[in-house]
């Protein structure tokens, strides 16, 4: 299962059916969900809490997966280290 991690936490993953999911603060996610009609990304049967599927209208995109990646970046770097 690829990952990209900082500060101890992902923040981005893709799953074993090849979907991404990105990590955001709870009100951020419901925004995103809302925005993009997407939905909670799950993986291996689990639901990701704090995690948006990312849709395939997002996914060709580079800007808005650019812009994804680098909020979430900036989001877990203002959880405490682990």
Known sequence: MPYTSSNGYMFSLLNKAGEL????SEERKKEIIAEFKSDIFKSYGATMRGYVLMTNEMLND?????????????????????
């Open 21 to 24: 999911g990105i990590r955001f």
């Open 62 to 82: 580079q800007k808005v997966i650019q812009t994804f990646l680098n909020e979430s970046f900036d989001y877990v770097n203002t959880l405490e280290p682990k």
